[in-house]
């Protein structure tokens, strides 16, 4: 059974930085990706970044493109997320999730084994 865990939220000022990791364990196929999502209050779950784990191929929302980097180690099946220049509208809780596909194309509804998320809270 596939399972992931995140860690690394916390409440930081506007313009500050967190890394966020997701480590997986239990997967039995050799080609997946990994998501970052996020869902604010009131608002639905959105992408953020994708990472596909084989090729290192990388995906990231527009809102977050130049700010956010994605990475990942293979040896720690570990997927981490520098997020830098923080602004408020960055608010939410971040969840990783994976899908047996490409990044590319990939929608929400692609991607399972949800963690259990990590708030990441960007204020003054």
């Known amino acids: 059974q596939v399972k992931l865990v995140e860690s690394g939220g916390g409440l930081v000022q506007p313009g500050g930085s967190l890394r966020l990791s997701c480590v997986a364990s239990?997967?039995?196929?050799?080609?997946?990706?990994i998501g970052w999502f996020r869902q604010a209050p009131w608002k639905e779950r959105e992408g953020v970044s994708c990472?596909?784990?084989?090729?290192?191929?990388?995906t990231y929302t527009n809102a977050v493109n130049g700010r956010f980097t994605i990475s990942r180690d293979n040896v720690k099946n570990a997927v981490y997320l520098q997020m830098n220049s923080l602004k408020p509208e960055d608010t939410a809780v971040y969840y990783c999730?994976?899908?047996?596909?490409?990044?590319?194309?990939?929608?929400?509804?692609?991607?399972?084994?949800w963690g259990q998320g990590t708030q990441v809270t960007v204020s003054s």
């Open positions: 990472i596909s784990m084989s090729a290192g191929s990388t």
């Open positions: 239990g997967f039995t196929s050799g080609y997946y990706s």
């Open positions: 999730a994976t899908a047996q596909r490409p990044c590319a194309g990939s929608r929400t509804t692609d991607f399972g084994s």
